[in-house]
């Protein structure tokens, strides 16, 4: 399984980002995929997940809750993460992770699969 995120870059705070994750090798669909985060110094925390098939069921950090919107396209085998009214505490790389599994969770261990991080900076 390869995952391939991208669509970091630099925004002003208060500004909106979209990052994608592509995921190839196996059935997209199986999937439950998420997003985490690791800022400078700090641990690699959770983001976002959606559940697998028609990506029914969504679960969100309290951080990014009302800000963040993660969605997926099992005809695209990907999955995105729609930041809005960003803040410079958002900056971080973000890495988008998949568990087979009929669950979401938000424990970074849970995943197997993970990609190599796109980094998202929000200035002041």
């Known amino acids: 399984v390869q995952l391939q995120a991208s669509g970091g870059g630099l925004v002003q705070a208060g500004g909106s980002l979209r990052i994608s994750c592509a995921v190839s090798?196996?059935?997209?669909?199986?999937?439950?995929m998420g997003w985490f985060r690791q800022a400078p110094g700090k641990e690699r925390e959770f983001v976002a997940a959606?559940?697998?098939?028609?990506?029914?069921?969504?679960y969100y950090a309290d951080s990014v809750k009302g800000r963040f919107t993660i969605s997926r396209d099992g005809a695209k085998n990907t999955v995105w993460l729609q930041m809005n009214s960003l803040i410079p505490e958002d900056t971080a790389v973000y890495y988008c992770?998949?568990?087979?599994?009929?669950?979401?969770?938000?424990?970074?261990?849970?995943?197997?699969?993970w990609g190599q991080g796109t980094q998202v900076t929000v200035s002041s």
């Open positions: 090798g196996r059935t997209f669909n199986m999937f439950v």
């Open positions: 959606i559940s697998g098939w028609n990506g029914g069921t969504t």
């Open positions: 992770a998949a568990r087979v599994s009929a669950t979401s969770s938000p424990v970074r261990n849970d995943y197997p699969y």
